[in-house]
């Protein structure tokens, strides 16, 4: 166990070792038995704030960080750049400076492409606090680290050999950003899965994180590959992940989404999908889902579907990784 983790920065699963990812995971474990239990949490981060900055809505995000805050004995502000002179142009040295110096860490969901993970590092250049990822243009490490707790909890802490499947997944009504498919392809590799993504033509990913990917397979000895046939990713795999996601690598204008994303509405989670995969294969997504496009009803909603218990552990594990860089030591 790793756990020299006080004040370490949160951006990208990529700046963490496995060891402390696993750390953080171990420490979510325990706070989720000990929750189970109602073993007393709010003297772990007492009287310390985070501050929340969304540049975009949430549901599970926002309140799974704000009540995560509170069960550990600290407190959430939510801010926006309405709320905050960051509307007015303040920048990230004196946003940064000054939230620092009052609390004890910043959070921040900020989707822009080509902006938003590179805010978070101008931030964390200058903030003397930690700060967190609560998605941006290229990671939601949060979001994977959640999934990835959720894969450990079903299938054991051994997941070597297990077939990972990201698929592109039609949907009609805003543009997705790249994060969760990316983060998803960074980090399974390093866990020991075989990762497949799937996706039709004009939905490739950021070339500079499918070479992350590829070289985190390496390193792990695990296979990464991609096809462009839905069928053919389902095909014997242990875990499914069918989600939306914009084509930015081409296009973010409205009216070329919609037509390009038109042609391939038949890219959706059916149960005759699911059939193709193991019989034990699980049907995950990071919610908000588009029932009736990305996926049916009966899948969302059937057996195999884990994505409530995705959705709980992201409040397991934002308080371990809370706990670990802001708890640490007075
Ligand atoms: N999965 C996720 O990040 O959900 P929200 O957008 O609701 O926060």
Redesign the pocket.
């Known amino acids: 166990m790793k756990t020299q983790l006080f004040q370490k920065d949160f951006i990208t699963t990529q700046d963490w070792t496995v060891d402390e990812l696993q750390t953080m995971l171990d420490v979510a474990f325990k706070l989720k038995a000990d929750f189970a239990m109602g073993v007393p949490q709010d003297h772990i981060l007492r009287a310390k704030t985070l501050y929340m900055l969304f540049f975009e ?6 309140n799974s960080f704000e009540t995560g805050m509170t069960q550990l004995g600290g407190h959430a502000i939510y801010l926006t750049p309405k709320a905050t002179q960051i509307g007015h142009g303040e920048n990230a040295k004196d946003t940064g400076m000054v939230l620092g110096s009052y609390g004890n860490a910043i959070a921040v ?1 900020d989707c822009r492409t080509g902006i938003g993970q590179r805010y978070l590092r101008e931030l964390a250049r200058w903030s003397p606090v930690p700060i967190y990822s ?2 941006e243009d290229v990671d ?1 490490p949060c ?1 994977a680290m959640a999934d990835l707790m959720t894969l450990q909890e079903l299938f054991g802490r051994n997941l070597r050999g297990r077939k990972f499947v990201i698929s592109w997944t039609y949907a009609p009504k805003y543009v997705r950003p790249l994060s ?1 498919p990316q983060s998803l392809i960074m980090l399974m590799p390093r866990f020991g899965m075989d990762v497949t993504l799937a996706h039709p033509e004009g939905y490739h990913l950021m070339p500079e994180i499918m070479e992350i990917a590829r070289r985190n397979a390496e390193e792990a000895g695990v296979k990464f590959e991609v096809v462009d046939d839905m069928d053919a990713a389902f095909e014997n795999a242990d875990f499914v992940y069918p989600k939306s996601w914009g084509p930015i690598m081409v296009t973010e204008d409205e009216a070329e989404v919609e037509a390009m994303a038109a042609r391939h509405k038949d890219w959706r989670a059916t149960a005759k999908r699911m059939k193709l995969a193991k019989k034990h294969a699980v049907y995950m997504h ?3 889902i588009d029932r009736g496009h990305e996926a049916d009803d009966e899948v969302i909603d059937g057996p195999q579907s884990v994505i409530y218990q995705q ?1 709980e552990n ?1 409040l397991h594990v934002q308080k371990a990784l809370m706990a670990l860089t802001m708890g640490g030591r007075w």
Do not use: I, N, Y
């Open positions: 809505e949430s549901t599970r995000t926002r969901r609560m998605q939601h979001q969760v990071c919610m908000p959705a992201r």
